[in-house]
């Protein structure tokens, strides 16, 4: 289990140390004697126990939805702070919300205030406390870098940056190179592994060389293996600390024999099925504001309701995507590529639905066709496919799976506008299909929610 794992478990824990004594404070005490509590006392305790939960559950998801369990990303105290009460502020509105449409779940007293105070503390402290003692010697591994390239940069930025990593990067071992921009000092060349670890006494050795035929000390690095010093591949421990892959240095041995990408007959049948069965009630539930949209959409400009589009599905098969049409219809005259692109096509309607993914909610019947799946890779129109094949290594994997509404490099990357976006999207579409599972898929459509809710439009 991970820093970020282990802290996340603690809040959880101190959450519900913290509701539970602010409860059981507010339990009344009369009774409370002998062998234990009287009727009086356990009837007071089985009212407020379904409050708790009340309590807890709004809690849990606002700090969901304020990012406070996404370690990944680097937050100083400052940012922390403001996510903690923006969080608390909104589980106070929520509960008070909760309140006014039913009354019995309120909490007498000052039960509530005195919980979000306490957790507010609570958080900063154990976060202060945990960050604190993640970079310092025992509590964090000592790290030497093999490589000064773009895949061991951004392996020491994470490194650097990330204080929810236990790791602290002592140093770089390059050939050829006086100084580095890894923001750590060069301890020797490749050949010096040897004499470097007998030095410094790293925990892990991470390899992230940019070419390591006939650079790579194989003699050297066995000898430290051998001595207890863990030797780790750059790609693997950006994938375990980014959850991405990265594809500019992966190999196709690293593909085919590496773990990953077993994905069962039973866990595709499941994902079809919810697939399905989300996209039904979805279709039920949104028919008469597709209604209404439809009737906005015929209002405000001429054209068609719908936008279809031919998007490269399963196996490289074509489709016909279905969104609500949001930019106004070209005249004859406007056949310029630029002008096609111009976001002052977008209608007034069509950039609420565009903000909030509201135009995609047709995709649901490309579901039900079998086009697309729930989650999954984007579909890319045809012209782009034959591009990006051609420039980017191992894009056509993406089409080993279905397309989806939405997928991991939605929520994670945003919007590509340019080869080098694409491809890191690609890092995150491959992830997916190595890790594609039911809990991945419906963390996946958590995070989706969390995205349109915020009006930030993942891609």
């Not at 799946?373 to 191992?394: C, D, H, K, Q, W």
Request: proline fraction near 5%; aromatic fraction near 8%; charge should be positive.
């Amino acid at each position: 289990m991970s820093l970020a794992q282990r802290l996340a478990w603690l809040e959880v824990v101190s959450t519900l140390a913290i509701l539970s004594a602010v409860m059981l404070t507010s339990v009344p005490p009369e009774g409370i004697g002998g062998m234990g509590v009287t009727t009086a006392t356990a009837a007071a305790a089985a009212q407020i126990l379904p409050r708790f939960f009340i309590i807890m559950g709004i809690c849990f998801v606002c700090f969901y939805f304020c990012d406070l369990y996404n370690f990944e990303d680097p937050h100083d105290f400052g940012d922390l702070f403001g996510r903690l009460c923006r969080a608390l502020g909104w589980s106070a509105l929520l509960l008070a919300t909760t309140y006014v449409v039913f009354p019995t779940t309120i909490v007498r007293g000052n039960f509530v205030s005195h919980a979000l105070m306490l957790l507010l503390v609570a958080v900063l402290l154990i976060r202060s406390v945990v960050y604190s003692m993640a970079k310092r010697a025992p509590f964090s591994e000592r790290v030497l870098i093999m490589g000064v390239g773009s895949l061991a940069t951004v392996i020491a930025d994470q490194i650097r940056t990330r204080p929810d990593l236990a790791v602290r990067l002592i140093g770089v071992l390059s050939d050829g190179v006086t100084a580095t921009t890894l923001s750590a000092p060069r301890l020797g060349r490749y050949d010096d592994v040897a004499d470097v670890v007998r030095r410094h006494r790293p925990d892990r050795i991470i390899v992230a060389m940019p070419d390591r035929r006939s650079h790579l000390p194989v003699t050297q690095l066995l000898a430290c293996r051998v001595r207890g010093v863990r030797i780790e591949d750059g790609p693997q421990v950006l994938e375990r600390f980014t959850r991405r892959l990265a594809v500019e240095s992966l190999t196709p041995s690293a593909l085919i024999f590496g773990d990953g990408f077993r994905v069962t007959r039973a866990q595709l049948l499941v994902k079809r099925v919810m697939s399905v069965a989300i996209a039904i009630v979805a279709l039920v539930l949104t028919a008469p504001f597709m209604a209404v949209v439809a009737l906005g959409i015929t209002l405000e400009s001429r054209g068609p309701v719908f936008f279809v589009q031919e998007r490269v599905g399963l196996h490289g098969r074509l489709f016909r995507l279905v969104k609500f049409r949001t930019m106004r219809v070209l005249d004859a005259r406007e056949t310029d590529t630029v002008l096609r692109d111009n976001r002052s096509r977008v209608t007034r309607l069509g950039a609420v639905l565009r903000r909030y993914r509201l135009d995609e909610i047709p995709q649901f019947i490309n579901i039900l066709r079998g086009d697309m799946s729930l989650v999954g890779p984007r579909p890319e129109m045809a012209e782009n496919v034959a591009t990006f094949s051609t420039v980017i290594p191992y894009y056509n994997l993406r089409h080993e799976v279905r397309p989806g509404l939405t997928g991991w490099a939605q929520v994670r990357a945003g919007y590509s506008m340019s080869v080098e976006e694409v491809t890191r999207k690609l890092c995150y579409d491959l992830y997916y299909i190595k890790h594609m599972c039911a809990q991945f898929d419906l963390r996946i459509l958590f995070d989706t929610v969390k995205f349109v809710l915020s009006g930030k439009r993942p891609g």
